[in-house]
Structures are given as structure tokens and as C-alpha cells.
């Protein structure tokens, strides 16, 4: 019984990961003449951890933008529970919430 569980309940992960995050980043990488950047302040985003099970995954809010040479948001501020950590756009989900709303 346990080993079912474990099993569906990684089936989920996988699927989760594969086709709502894969949605969300191309959804953030989608350029638009519209909206220069999918990120802004304020923007609730989920932070990818490579070794870590991804219900473990930080969650937290976009800060302060910072950008390239080519003015686009190349890494983010974000405020999470344990402080602000600068982490790249590359490495952040952003989740279909806002704190402004």
C-alpha cells in the first residue's frame, strides 16, 4: 500500500513539473512587443531547487528586478520567509498569483 502511494504520488511530481511549470516558463519567455517583461514587482514565484523534492520548493515575492546589458530582467530579488535571495529568471516559476490583485 505504501509503495502505491509513493508511486502515484511521484507520478503527480512528475507530471506537475512536466506540464504546469514547463507551461508557466514558456509562458514567461513568450516575447511579446506588449509587455517587455513577464516579471515585475510584486510577482508571487516559486524557486526551482534542483536536489530538493519540489513541495520543498521556496516560495516568494519578486522584490527588485535587475537587468542585462540588453535591458531585460536577467535576476530577481525575491523575498522569501528565510530572507531575499537574488536568483536568476531562469531558476523562477512565476505562479499565476499577484499580490497586488
Known sequence: MF???????????????????????????????????????????????????????KCGVIRELFYGRDSKVRSCAVQTSSGVIKRPIQLLYKLELDLND
Open 3 to 57: 509503495k502505491y502511494k509513493e508511486q502515484v504520488i511521484n507520478h503527480f511530481w512528475r507530471r506537475w513539473r512536466k506540464e504546469y511549470l514547463l507551461e508557466l516558463r514558456s509562458a514567461n519567455f513568450t516575447n511579446t512587443i506588449a509587455t517587455p517583461s513577464k516579471f515585475k514587482i510584486g510577482d508571487v514565484v516559486l524557486l526551482y531547487e534542483d536536489k530538493m523534492p519540489k513541495h520543498l520548493w
